[in-house]
């Protein structure tokens, strides 16, 4: 047990590098006790079901929601699942940031995600939690062969974006803000684009 406590702090940590300063920096407000990993995650009561987000504690979203779809698009779109569940459940507006550890928050995302996919704020007119494959590769030849075409991060689509051969917010955004990139983007947004679409 005192392993997984110590991996848990040296994780906690590492992500803190990033964390810290951007948009998901959530250290100075009060619910969080100074703590930056306290709005997600917990050492000790922690969703076991969540195995694709280590010590889960955030409360989840059972909204339904409008999914993003256009006429051209031609891979099957669902409800959302998996990790995009997981950011929609504070970025659709109606779980608080501060609903964790089973207490209800009070404190909402000012500009909400949802429940509308269709009518998303900026960049999110993109489908998400779809599966990109190399058979939807071949029947839109507008996208790239997800596990033949190289990110600049070093491996393939499928390797370095993809989260079980699905297009996930994960995709693009990288939650702990590795790569510094204001807008917690895993590629600059230029770069990221043109690597899935030619």
């Not at 997600?40 to 010590?55: E, F, K, M, W």
């Not at 409360?59 to 409008?66: R, S, V």
């Given at each position: 047990m005192k392993i997984i406590i110590v991996l848990l702090l040296i994780s906690c940590s590492s992500f803190a590098a990033g964390i810290r300063g951007s948009k998901h920096d959530f250290s100075k407000n009060n619910w969080s006790e100074?703590?930056?990993?306290?709005?997600?995650?917990?050492?000790?009561?922690?969703?076991?079901?969540?195995?694709?987000?280590?010590?889960?504690?955030?409360?989840?979203?059972?909204?339904?929601?409008?999914?993003?779809?256009?006429?051209?698009?031609?891979?099957?779109v669902g409800q959302p699942d998996g990790l995009s569940k997981l950011c929609l459940s504070c970025h659709d507006g109606t779980v608080a940031i501060d609903s964790f550890n089973g207490l209800m928050g009070t404190s909402f995302m000012r500009s909400k995600i949802g429940p509308n996919l269709l009518k998303g704020q900026g960049h999110w007119k993109h489908p998400i939690s779809i599966i990109y494959d190399s058979s939807l590769a071949v029947a839109d030849t507008r996208l790239n062969d997800p596990a033949v075409k190289m990110t600049i991060l070093g491996g393939t689509i499928k390797k370095d974006l993809l989260s079980n051969d699905k297009v996930q917010c994960t995709s693009c955004h990288d939650v702990h803000n590795d790569k510094g990139i204001g807008t917690l983007l895993r590629i600059t947004e230029n770069a990221l684009c043109k690597t899935c679409h030619k």
């Open positions: 100074g703590e930056l990993c306290k709005a997600c995650h917990i050492p000790h009561g922690a969703n076991a079901g969540r195995v694709d987000a280590p010590l889960w504690d955030h409360t989840l979203k059972t909204q339904t929601f409008t999914p993003y779809t256009i006429k051209t698009m031609k891979a099957t």
